[in-house]
């Protein structure tokens, strides 16, 4: 699923460049960076045997998601169609170069976090805040700790993909990504603290929210 989600976002991102100029494309280091990580998640996405199903439900679903899903997808795929195009006809960019190289730092750790989390996860991943049928509460890997890095991913990622863009939306996106991910780790953490009580309230206690010795 990883894989899949990774090679539609890289057409969407060629589409709205136009396939006629690919060479023009490849002609900005970071745009070409892009490219490779996505060939490099996609690789490390076989490896690791990544095969992750994000519309999961699980047995205790909080409220209706669905619509909130739908919006984000919607806007994903515009945002990945919209930002290559602007790019290419100079609507919106920043001037300064640097700022796409930042972007693709961001997008490299976006992506990197979020291969390590979902193969830590493994069959609870949803992208639902749900619980699923024998739920445990993950404490290895990089949730030892972060508590949730796959928001933290959400976070630098599509952040990074907007400055590899050269786009002045990279601070709306990070703003929105912010208040999406703000309001789903409220929910989630009411959820775990419920259903694992003091052993969520231990695992709180020894870890960070998003970012480890900041927040």
């Known amino acids: 699923m990883l894989l899949l989600q990774l090679t539609a976002s890289m057409f969407l991102v060629m589409l709205g460049w136009g ?3 690919l060479s023009t494309f490849f002609t900005n280091p970071a745009r070409t960076g892009l ?6 998640g996609a690789i490390a996405a ?7 199903h994000p519309l999961r439900r699980g047995s205790q679903p909080i409220e209706n998601q669905n619509l909130q899903l739908l919006i984000l997808l919607l806007l994903s795929v515009f945002l990945l169609w919209f930002l290559p195009f602007a790019d290419r006809k100079n609507i919106l960019t920043i001037k300064q170069n640097y700022w796409r190289y930042v972007g693709l730092l961001s997008c490299s750790i976006g992506v990197s976090v979020r291969i390590l989390a979902l193969k830590t996860l493994g069959q609870q991943f949803s992208a639902y805040v749900t619980l699923q049928p024998n739920h445990r509460l993950v ?3 990089i949730y ?26 990279a601070l709306p ?36 929210q998003l970012v480890p010795l900041v927040f």
């Open 19 to 21: 396939f006629g100029d």
């Open 35 to 40: 490219a490779v990580l996505v060939l490099a």
């Open 46 to 52: 076989l490896f690791l045997g990544l095969d992750l």
């Open 139 to 141: 404490r290895a890997g």
């Open 144 to 169: 030892s700790h972060i508590r949730h890095p796959l928001y933290l991913s959400l976070l630098l990622a599509p952040t990074g993909i907007a400055l590899v863009f050269a786009s002045h939306l």
């Open 173 to 208: 996106i990070l703003a929105l990504a912010t208040v999406f991910i703000y309001d789903r780790i409220r929910k989630e953490e009411r959820l775990l603290e419920v259903h694992f009580g003091a052993e969520f309230e231990d695992y709180r206690r020894s870890s960070w």
